[in-house]
Protein backbone atom coordinates (compact mmCIF):
# COMPACT_ATOMS: atom_id res chain seq x y z
CA UNK A 1 0.00 0.00 0.00
CA UNK A 2 1.52 3.57 -1.18
CA UNK A 3 2.33 5.47 2.34
CA UNK A 4 1.90 8.94 0.78
CA UNK A 5 -1.39 11.10 1.74
CA UNK A 6 -5.08 10.58 -0.17
CA UNK A 7 -6.00 13.28 -2.44
CA UNK A 8 -7.72 16.30 -0.62
CA UNK A 9 -10.26 18.64 -1.50
CA UNK A 10 -11.13 22.16 -0.01
CA UNK A 11 -14.68 22.98 1.11
CA UNK A 12 -15.37 26.56 2.49
CA UNK A 13 -11.79 27.09 3.06
CA UNK A 14 -11.94 23.68 4.74
CA UNK A 15 -9.43 21.12 3.66
CA UNK A 16 -11.09 17.51 3.47
CA UNK A 17 -9.71 14.04 2.12
CA UNK A 18 -11.65 13.08 -0.79
CA UNK A 19 -11.80 9.95 0.67
CA UNK A 20 -15.17 9.89 3.66
CA UNK A 21 -15.04 7.61 6.23
CA UNK A 22 -19.05 6.30 6.21
CA UNK A 23 -20.67 5.62 9.96
CA UNK A 24 -23.57 3.10 8.43
CA UNK A 25 -21.28 -0.15 9.09
CA UNK A 26 -20.46 0.62 12.35
CA UNK A 27 -23.36 1.84 13.69
CA UNK A 28 -25.79 -0.98 12.72
CA UNK A 29 -27.34 0.34 9.36
CA UNK A 30 -26.62 -2.29 7.06
CA UNK A 31 -30.11 -1.75 4.46
CA UNK A 32 -30.07 -5.40 4.44
CA UNK A 33 -32.10 -6.35 7.64
CA UNK A 34 -32.59 -6.90 11.31
CA UNK A 35 -29.88 -9.38 11.68
CA UNK A 36 -27.38 -7.59 9.27
CA UNK A 37 -27.11 -4.69 11.38
CA UNK A 38 -27.30 -6.80 14.91
CA UNK A 39 -24.42 -8.06 13.47
CA UNK A 40 -22.65 -4.56 12.82
CA UNK A 41 -23.40 -3.44 16.92
CA UNK A 42 -22.30 -6.94 17.63
CA UNK A 43 -19.08 -6.07 16.11
CA UNK A 44 -18.68 -2.60 17.33
CA UNK A 45 -20.34 -1.99 21.05
CA UNK A 46 -18.22 0.86 21.61
CA UNK A 47 -15.39 3.22 20.76
CA UNK A 48 -12.43 1.02 21.53
CA UNK A 49 -13.46 -1.65 19.12
CA UNK A 50 -14.10 1.26 16.38
CA UNK A 51 -10.47 2.39 16.92
CA UNK A 52 -8.21 0.12 14.75
CA UNK A 53 -10.73 1.08 11.83
CA UNK A 54 -10.51 4.68 11.95
CA UNK A 55 -6.54 4.35 12.74
CA UNK A 56 -6.16 2.31 9.71
CA UNK A 57 -8.04 5.14 7.87
CA UNK A 58 -6.23 8.21 9.40
CA UNK A 59 -2.69 6.34 8.83
CA UNK A 60 -3.75 6.75 5.13
CA UNK A 61 -4.50 10.64 5.09
CA UNK A 62 -8.10 9.81 5.40
CA UNK A 63 -9.46 11.85 8.39
CA UNK A 64 -13.15 12.95 7.59
CA UNK A 65 -15.69 10.93 9.09
CA UNK A 66 -19.46 11.85 8.45
CA UNK A 67 -22.21 10.77 10.26
CA UNK A 68 -25.05 11.32 12.69
CA UNK A 69 -22.11 11.68 14.90
CA UNK A 70 -24.02 13.51 18.15
CA UNK A 71 -26.73 11.32 18.74
CA UNK A 72 -24.52 7.74 18.80
CA UNK A 73 -22.32 7.33 21.95
CA UNK A 74 -20.32 4.71 20.24
CA UNK A 75 -19.10 7.39 17.46
CA UNK A 76 -18.35 9.75 20.06
CA UNK A 77 -16.55 7.51 22.08
CA UNK A 78 -14.41 6.48 19.10
CA UNK A 79 -13.31 10.26 18.06
CA UNK A 80 -12.11 10.79 21.67
CA UNK A 81 -10.03 7.08 21.37
CA UNK A 82 -8.74 8.32 18.44
CA UNK A 83 -7.88 11.83 19.85
CA UNK A 84 -6.39 10.94 23.05
CA UNK A 85 -4.44 7.69 21.65
CA UNK A 86 -2.90 9.21 18.35
CA UNK A 87 -2.85 12.95 19.65
CA UNK A 88 -4.53 13.23 16.03
CA UNK A 89 -8.51 15.56 15.42
CA UNK A 90 -10.55 13.81 12.78
CA UNK A 91 -12.63 16.44 11.05
CA UNK A 92 -16.59 15.89 11.83
CA UNK A 93 -18.81 16.12 9.55
CA UNK A 94 -21.96 15.56 11.79
CA UNK A 95 -25.84 15.07 9.86
CA UNK A 96 -27.89 15.74 12.88
CA UNK A 97 -32.17 15.11 12.59
CA UNK A 98 -33.53 18.19 13.91
CA UNK A 99 -37.60 19.24 14.46
CA UNK A 100 -38.37 21.79 11.59
CA UNK A 101 -41.90 22.35 12.44
CA UNK A 102 -42.56 26.09 12.34
CA UNK A 103 -42.92 27.46 16.06
CA UNK A 104 -40.86 28.95 17.90
CA UNK A 105 -40.63 25.65 20.89
CA UNK A 106 -39.70 23.28 17.33
CA UNK A 107 -37.00 26.62 16.57
CA UNK A 108 -35.82 26.22 20.19
CA UNK A 109 -35.36 22.55 19.77
CA UNK A 110 -33.35 22.51 16.13
CA UNK A 111 -31.04 25.49 17.73
CA UNK A 112 -30.36 22.80 20.91
CA UNK A 113 -29.94 19.96 18.47
CA UNK A 114 -27.41 21.86 16.00
CA UNK A 115 -25.51 23.17 19.26
CA UNK A 116 -24.93 19.76 20.31
CA UNK A 117 -23.16 19.42 16.86
CA UNK A 118 -20.88 22.10 17.48
CA UNK A 119 -20.35 20.64 20.96
CA UNK A 120 -19.30 17.10 19.69
CA UNK A 121 -16.67 19.19 17.68
CA UNK A 122 -18.31 19.20 14.25
CA UNK A 123 -16.73 21.17 11.44
CA UNK A 124 -19.50 20.98 9.04
CA UNK A 125 -23.38 20.44 10.10
CA UNK A 126 -25.38 18.92 7.33
CA UNK A 127 -29.06 19.20 7.45
CA UNK A 128 -30.02 15.06 7.62
CA UNK A 129 -31.93 14.54 4.76
CA UNK A 130 -35.28 13.24 6.74
CA UNK A 131 -35.30 17.02 7.76
CA UNK A 132 -34.32 18.82 4.84
CA UNK A 133 -37.05 17.09 2.61
CA UNK A 134 -39.61 18.25 4.60
CA UNK A 135 -38.82 22.10 3.85
CA UNK A 136 -39.28 20.96 -0.15
CA UNK A 137 -41.92 22.73 -2.09
CA UNK A 138 -41.58 21.42 -5.36
CA UNK A 139 -44.31 23.96 -6.89
CA UNK A 140 -42.19 27.18 -5.87
CA UNK A 141 -38.61 24.99 -6.26
CA UNK A 142 -37.76 26.21 -2.57
CA UNK A 143 -36.29 24.35 0.11
CA UNK A 144 -38.71 26.93 2.60
CA UNK A 145 -37.31 28.33 6.05
CA UNK A 146 -33.71 26.56 5.30
CA UNK A 147 -31.79 30.06 6.28
CA UNK A 148 -33.26 29.78 9.60
CA UNK A 149 -31.51 26.84 10.28
CA UNK A 150 -28.45 27.23 8.24
CA UNK A 151 -28.10 30.98 10.26
CA UNK A 152 -28.17 28.75 13.30
CA UNK A 153 -25.58 26.92 12.07
CA UNK A 154 -23.39 29.36 11.23
CA UNK A 155 -23.94 31.31 14.76
CA UNK A 156 -22.76 27.90 16.30
CA UNK A 157 -19.28 28.81 14.18
CA UNK A 158 -20.33 25.58 11.73
CA UNK A 159 -20.48 25.02 8.11
CA UNK A 160 -23.56 24.31 6.45
CA UNK A 161 -24.57 21.96 4.00
CA UNK A 162 -27.28 19.17 3.08
CA UNK A 163 -27.67 16.14 3.06
CA UNK A 164 -29.52 15.58 -0.33
CA UNK A 165 -31.48 12.25 -0.95
CA UNK A 166 -33.87 14.12 -2.69
CA UNK A 167 -31.59 15.04 -5.77
CA UNK A 168 -33.85 18.18 -6.37
CA UNK A 169 -32.32 19.74 -3.13
CA UNK A 170 -29.01 20.40 -4.91
CA UNK A 171 -30.44 22.78 -7.66
CA UNK A 172 -33.20 24.48 -5.35
CA UNK A 173 -29.98 25.08 -3.28
CA UNK A 174 -28.09 26.41 -5.89
CA UNK A 175 -30.84 27.73 -7.83
CA UNK A 176 -32.28 30.32 -4.88
CA UNK A 177 -28.19 30.81 -3.45
CA UNK A 178 -29.34 29.38 -0.55
CA UNK A 179 -26.04 29.42 2.33
CA UNK A 180 -24.69 25.96 1.93
CA UNK A 181 -21.13 25.09 1.38
CA UNK A 182 -21.71 21.34 0.61
CA UNK A 183 -24.16 18.39 -0.25
CA UNK A 184 -24.62 14.93 0.46
CA UNK A 185 -25.99 12.96 -2.29
CA UNK A 186 -26.45 9.02 -2.56
CA UNK A 187 -24.64 8.32 -6.20
CA UNK A 188 -23.52 4.43 -7.15
CA UNK A 189 -23.53 2.00 -10.41
CA UNK A 190 -26.42 0.40 -9.10
CA UNK A 191 -28.98 3.44 -9.02
CA UNK A 192 -29.19 1.62 -5.34
CA UNK A 193 -31.81 4.51 -3.56
CA UNK A 194 -31.44 6.99 -5.73
CA UNK A 195 -34.63 8.24 -6.75
CA UNK A 196 -33.79 9.40 -10.61
CA UNK A 197 -31.28 7.72 -13.33
CA UNK A 198 -27.99 7.57 -12.61
CA UNK A 199 -26.89 9.81 -15.67
CA UNK A 200 -29.59 12.73 -14.34
CA UNK A 201 -27.92 12.79 -10.61
CA UNK A 202 -24.55 12.30 -12.31
CA UNK A 203 -25.37 15.86 -14.36
CA UNK A 204 -26.88 17.39 -10.84
CA UNK A 205 -23.37 16.79 -9.47
CA UNK A 206 -21.64 17.85 -12.11
CA UNK A 207 -23.29 21.34 -12.39
CA UNK A 208 -23.57 21.54 -8.64
CA UNK A 209 -22.04 24.87 -7.47
CA UNK A 210 -20.72 23.16 -4.20
CA UNK A 211 -18.93 20.47 -3.84
CA UNK A 212 -20.73 17.03 -3.43
CA UNK A 213 -19.89 14.29 -0.79
CA UNK A 214 -21.57 11.29 -2.74
CA UNK A 215 -22.41 7.96 0.09
CA UNK A 216 -23.23 4.52 -0.66
CA UNK A 217 -20.48 3.97 -3.83
CA UNK A 218 -21.36 0.26 -3.12
CA UNK A 219 -24.50 0.08 -2.91
CA UNK A 220 -24.88 -1.10 0.90
CA UNK A 221 -22.53 -4.26 -0.58
CA UNK A 222 -24.42 -4.93 -3.02
CA UNK A 223 -21.31 -4.42 -5.60
CA UNK A 224 -18.01 -5.40 -5.03
CA UNK A 225 -15.63 -2.32 -4.29
CA UNK A 226 -13.63 -2.54 -7.15
CA UNK A 227 -16.96 -1.98 -9.48
CA UNK A 228 -18.27 0.67 -7.13
CA UNK A 229 -15.31 2.73 -6.58
CA UNK A 230 -13.87 2.75 -9.81
CA UNK A 231 -17.12 3.55 -11.16
CA UNK A 232 -17.97 6.88 -8.58
CA UNK A 233 -13.80 8.35 -8.80
CA UNK A 234 -14.18 7.99 -12.51
CA UNK A 235 -17.66 9.70 -12.83
CA UNK A 236 -17.43 12.67 -10.48
CA UNK A 237 -15.89 16.06 -10.25
CA UNK A 238 -12.09 16.57 -8.78
CA UNK A 239 -13.37 18.43 -6.13
CA UNK A 240 -16.52 15.73 -4.56
CA UNK A 241 -16.05 13.19 -2.46
CA UNK A 242 -16.77 9.61 -1.93
CA UNK A 243 -18.22 8.27 1.46
CA UNK A 244 -16.75 4.56 2.22
CA UNK A 245 -18.24 2.28 4.79
CA UNK A 246 -16.21 -0.80 5.80
CA UNK A 247 -16.31 -2.99 9.14
CA UNK A 248 -12.93 -4.10 9.65
CA UNK A 249 -9.14 -2.56 8.67
CA UNK A 250 -8.73 -5.28 5.87
CA UNK A 251 -11.83 -3.66 4.19
CA UNK A 252 -10.06 -0.56 4.98
CA UNK A 253 -6.84 -0.71 3.46
CA UNK A 254 -8.44 -2.55 0.26
CA UNK A 255 -10.53 0.26 -0.48
CA UNK A 256 -7.89 2.89 0.01
CA UNK A 257 -5.52 0.82 -2.58
CA UNK A 258 -8.66 0.47 -4.67
CA UNK A 259 -9.81 4.11 -4.72
CA UNK A 260 -6.07 5.40 -4.95
CA UNK A 261 -5.56 2.67 -8.33
CA UNK A 262 -9.11 3.89 -9.18
CA UNK A 263 -7.83 7.77 -9.17
CA UNK A 264 -4.17 7.01 -10.61
CA UNK A 265 -6.05 4.71 -13.60
CA UNK A 266 -4.13 1.38 -12.37
CA UNK A 267 -5.11 -1.97 -11.02
CA UNK A 268 -4.69 -2.22 -7.56
CA UNK A 269 -2.46 -3.76 -5.51
CA UNK A 270 -4.66 -6.55 -3.69
CA UNK A 271 -4.55 -10.34 -3.39
CA UNK A 272 -7.19 -12.62 -5.13
CA UNK A 273 -10.39 -14.03 -3.76
CA UNK A 274 -10.28 -17.37 -1.67
CA UNK A 275 -11.94 -20.30 -3.38
CA UNK A 276 -11.53 -24.26 -2.75
CA UNK A 277 -9.74 -24.00 -6.19
CA UNK A 278 -6.98 -21.17 -5.80
CA UNK A 279 -5.19 -22.54 -9.07
CA UNK A 280 -8.11 -22.83 -11.31
CA UNK A 281 -6.94 -20.70 -14.90
CA UNK A 282 -9.78 -18.26 -15.19
CA UNK A 283 -7.91 -17.21 -11.94
CA UNK A 284 -4.59 -16.28 -13.59
CA UNK A 285 -3.29 -19.66 -13.24
CA UNK A 286 -1.06 -20.25 -10.58
Not at 32 to 38: E, L, N, T, V
Request: glycine share 8%.
Amino acid sequence: MSEKAFPRTTVAGVSLSRMIIGTNWILGWSHRGPAADQQIKHRFPGGNEVFPLLKTFLDAGVDTIMGPLQQERVMQEAVREVRDRTGQNMILIDTPIINVDDNEAARREARATIHRSRECGATFCLLHHSSAEQLVNKNLHQIVRLDDYTDMIRQEGMIPGLSAHMPELITYSDDNGYDVETYIQIYNCMGFMMQVEIETVASIIHHARKPVMTIKPMAAGRVTPYVGLNFTWNTIRTCDMVTVGCTDPGEAEEDIEISRAALEHRFPEIGKRASPNQNQDAFGGK
